[in-house]
């Protein structure tokens, strides 16, 4: 079975079954996604892949609305436009995207603009280097869900983080914000490898941007204490 | 950390320990009631005891306002300065309690003995200025001078349908009369029940309005070896209070209410989810369950247990509601799929709101033709109203759909008279809530249907009327609603996540006079990504009422308003005195608009 519907205009078949997304990709439309990742569960969170479905009231995530016959689906209407292009300024405004280099192409792409909130809150943390394996960088983090599902049921079943806080004020946590080592994480990494900002990083990336040589971190590795690394 | 002693928390949880992760909400509400907070050492208790991972404990605990992971005062008093509230004094009875006990809003006293809050909406807002304490697991209720066990119920209007007991002093039983509505209901097959319910033209009435008949038919239809339904009464929007009376005055009425939809759909398992900040609620609830049950009406074939929520308004939104009593931090999920396949569970559910289920038993009693005679065609049946805010009788209104708001101003005596006797003249009405929209003197002759507001575009929402009289400064209602939905979104979606917090902070620099250029495009986008992209009703609606009111009075939004605001205002007013036909010799006086502390007022004769 096959679903035929138009999408910006161009007559699209795909199976049934698949995605607004998959459907832009399987024919060389670009819609931009955050949150999304083949391996994780898709949440519709972040809400950069909506797009303008006629009928209906609200922009669509493409990630999961599934392509159905006679659908007529805009990418890149004006609306969609003001609601990626807002939605990236508010990421600006909100974290350090420095390491978010996809995003930062969004931004370029959409005319966004870094500075659009001026005194805008920001949400800011130290670094908490707590284990041998990974740093963690809340400023960094766009709370797409990523390291908190690999570690839960889409991959790995170690319920290690979750969330503090709630709205705004959220943060990914630990349970009473115990150290890494104190949790039930088994360094598995899996967290390090979905994330999309560097906000969690591998302990050896993170010390060799500090500046430390690979020598001096092979010496820290063997040591087992943990040590404040001196920035 | 181990000086907390286990021993009287173990016992305490056994109950919960089959519903697993379900139990959770319950389970902690228990540890709290014993330990007044939630430590770590009763957390991790919690945890191994419903086998929930300790993350996961936390990620709940973080999530409800009501659940402290910190130590917190034996006694807690929570004053509400949300829209209704901060009309009343809010703010200055805040202050005082503050100065009389000597310790600041959201903080605790070193000896664990007191802690003050600064609560959202209490859903007292006819008995503003609201004050809830609860100590030592025993509540209060007052204005701050006068406490009582239960707040006062306050019902007028010229039908009493669905308020026929409220204010009544009684809920028994006996009162109530037998569940007469559900016994002609189990005479009828639930597909002709699913049809009575369709036929009478019964919407939802906690503010999305859908069609109660076709929900109960898509769950009925729905194939599952278990089915729920679900009361909804965790009102929580901003100015509404409805769903408290019917609860606490009138519970068989919701019961019976929902009997009659687990017989339609076949379900077997009901739950009343009721917003946290209504403890005195539980009891009634209770004791009118254990009525039902001895009377045979519940039993094994349907059984509704009654779960309380812990300070979340987005648990009021269907998905969440599902979450929150799964055990989980009340996120929305996506839709679709719908309640009515994959609801609580993953199983099919019906989601109702209170007034919804009340208008049920109306309904098969009356007959579904006789049930329309009330209201318009397009809005059949008697119609809940909150009013509050400036008006000499706020409390509940039941009128049928189809009155106008004038006529609903004058039953509740207008915008109120000032100590000076001066009659103070409309300025605006926020409809519908928080999540609403606000009209002005123009709409005072629109019907209150579903239709005609839609027509301008007005929400009937969840029947909220705050009504504001020309002196209050609107942009402190607008900060205010800012500050509410920052403080409520749930965090999960980008565009709402984000979005209130910049709404909040643009409203903010509206409300002390220090909007920046640009400010007003800037909460136009925000307010737009919010309503067009969110992935629930609360981001979809959080900028609903601010972008009415930019609509209405664009001149509060830009820079250098100041002067601006003097000559809009004058224009406003004269407006006002065309349309209202009340009182059109009194003097009106503009008074100060802002919090700016601008002492500029302008005076105008007629």
């Known amino acids: 079975m096959t679903a035929t519907f138009l999408m910006d205009g161009k007559e699209i078949t795909i199976e049934d079954g698949k995605t607004l997304l998959d459907a832009a990709r399987e024919n060389g439309i670009d819609i931009p996604t955050i949150c999304f990742h083949e391996a994780t569960t898709a949440n519709a969170l972040c809400r950069i892949c909506v797009v303008e479905v006629e009928g209906q009231r609200v922009l669509q995530p493409a990630c999961i609305v599934k392509a159905a016959t006679s659908m007529k689906v805009q990418t890149r209407s004006e609306k969609v436009v003001r609601a990626r292009r807002t939605i990236l300024e508010m990421l600006a405004s909100t974290m350090d995207l420095s390491e978010a280099t996809d995003i930062q192409q969004m931004m370029y792409e959409y005319g966004a603009s870094t500075s659009r909130f001026p005194d805008a809150e920001r949400r800011e943390s130290e670094v908490i280097d707590d284990n041998p394996m990974y740093i963690r960088d809340y400023s960094k983090c766009l709370l797409c869900w990523r390291c908190v599902q690999v570690c839960a049921e889409d991959a790995q079943y170690t319920f290690a983080i979750n969330f503090d806080g709630r709205g705004y004020e959220t943060q990914i946590g630990t349970f009473f914000d115990k150290r890494i080592p104190e949790t039930t994480c088994v360094l598995c990494g899996q967290c390090a490898a979905v994330c999309p900002t560097g906000a969690l990083k591998p302990k050896r990336e993170y010390l060799l941007e500090q500046g430390m040589s690979p020598n001096e971190i092979s010496v820290l590795n063997t040591s087992r204490k943990q040590r404040k690394v001196k920035g | 950390m181990s000086e907390i002693d286990l021993t009287p928390l173990k016992p305490a949880l056994e109950k919960y320990i089959p519903l697993g992760r379900s139990g959770l909400l319950p389970a902690l509400h228990a540890a709290q009631k014993?330990?007044?907070?939630?430590?770590?050492?009763?957390?991790?208790?919690?945890?191994?005891?419903?086998?929930?991972?300790?993350?996961?404990?936390?990620?709940?605990?973080e999530f409800y306002s009501m659940f402290y992971n910190k130590p917190i005062g034996k006694k807690i008093i929570r004053v509400c300065t949300d829209q209704a509230c901060a009309l009343k004094g809010g703010d200055g009875l805040l202050d005082h309690l503050s100065h009389h006990y000597d310790v600041k809003p959201r903080q605790t006293t070193e000896d664990l003995s007191l802690t003050i809050e600064q609560s959202p909406c209490l859903g007292l807002c006819e008995l503003a200025p609201a004050v809830w304490t609860m100590d030592d697991g025993r509540w209060t209720i007052g204005d701050g001078t006068k406490e009582a066990y239960r707040p006062s119920s306050i019902v007028y209007g010229p039908i009493r349908e669905l308020t026929k007991n409220c204010g009544s002093g009684t809920t028994s039983l006996k009162k109530y009369g037998e569940y007469t509505a559900l016994q002609k209901a189990l005479q009828m097959k639930p597909e002709d029940v699913v049809a009575e319910i369709k036929a009478s033209g019964l919407v939802g009435r906690g503010g999305a309005a859908f069609p109660t008949g076709v929900k109960w038919e898509g769950a009925a239809k729905a194939q599952a070896d278990q089915k729920y339904v679900i009361c909804n009464a965790d009102e929580s929007e901003p100015g509404t209070f409805k769903d408290r009376i019917l609860l606490l005055d009138d519970p068989h009425r919701t019961i019976e209410g929902m009997c009659i939809a687990a017989y339609a759909i076949g379900a077997n398992k009901g739950y009343i989810y009721i917003?946290?900040?209504?403890?005195?609620?539980?009891?009634?609830?209770?004791?009118?369950?254990?009525?039902?049950?001895?009377?045979?009406?519940?039993?094994?074939l349907f059984d509704i247990e009654i779960r309380v929520g812990a300070g979340a308004y987005i648990c009021g939104e269907e998905t969440a509601l599902f979450e929150s009593i799964e055990g989980k931090r009340g996120f929305p999920r996506v839709k679709p799929p719908f309640p009515t396949t994959n609801g609580l569970f993953e199983k099919p559910t019906v989601i109702n709101n209170v007034e919804t289920l009340c208008n049920v038993p109306l309904i098969l009693s009356k007959g579904?033709?006789?049930?329309?005679?009330?209201?318009?065609?397009?809005?059949?049946?008697?119609?809940?109203?909150?009013?509050?805010?400036?008006?000499?009788?706020?409390?509940?209104?039941?009128?049928?759909?189809?009155?106008?708001?004038?006529?609903?101003?004058?039953?509740?005596?207008?915008?109120?008279?000032?100590?000076?006797?001066?009659?103070?003249?409309?300025?605006?009405?926020?409809?519908?809530?928080?999540?609403?929209?606000?009209?002005?003197?123009?709409?005072?002759?629109?019907?209150?249907?579903?239709?005609?507001l839609r027509a301008v575009g007005l929400p009937l929402g969840s029947g909220v009327v705050m009504v504001f009289d020309e002196t209050r400064d609107m942009r402190d209602v607008l900060k205010r609603l800012g500050k509410f939905f920052a403080h409520e979104s749930c965090g999960k979606c980008y565009p709402c996540q984000m979005g209130t917090q910049r709404q909040m902070e643009i409203l903010n620099r509206v409300a002390a006079g220090n909007t920046l250029s640009e400010d007003f495009i800037r909460l136009q986008d925000v307010g737009w990504t919010m309503t067009d992209a969110s992935l629930c009703g609360l981001g979809q609606t959080a900028a609903s009422a601010v972008l009415s009111a930019m609509k209405l009075w664009p001149e509060l939004f830009v820079e250098g308003r100041r002067l601006k605001v003097e000559s809009q205002k004058v224009s406003e007013v004269s407006k006002v005195s065309k349309v209202s036909k009340t009182k059109s010799k009194a003097v009106k006086k503009v008074t100060k608009t802002t919090a700016t502390k601008s002492k500029k007022t302008t005076t105008r004769k007629k």
């Open chain 2, 368 to 452: 579904s033709l006789a049930y329309r005679k009330l209201g318009t065609e397009k809005s059949p049946g008697p119609k809940l109203f909150c009013v509050s805010g400036d008006v000499n009788k706020p409390g509940l209104y039941e009128t049928p759909f189809g009155v106008t708001l004038r006529d609903l101003l004058e039953m509740a005596g207008g915008p109120s008279t000032s100590l000076r006797a001066k009659k103070k003249k409309l300025q605006s009405v926020l409809f519908g809530g928080a999540a609403g929209a606000f009209a002005t003197s123009e709409h005072l002759d629109v019907k209150m249907t579903f239709e005609d």
């Open chain 2, 34 to 61: 014993i330990y007044g907070w939630l430590s770590e050492s009763v957390a991790s208790e919690i945890a191994k005891n419903l086998k929930v991972p300790l993350a996961d404990v936390h990620g709940v605990i």
């Open chain 2, 275 to 300: 917003r946290g900040e209504y403890p005195y609620i539980v009891p009634v609830l209770e004791a009118a369950l254990k009525e039902a049950k001895s009377a045979g009406y519940l039993g094994e």
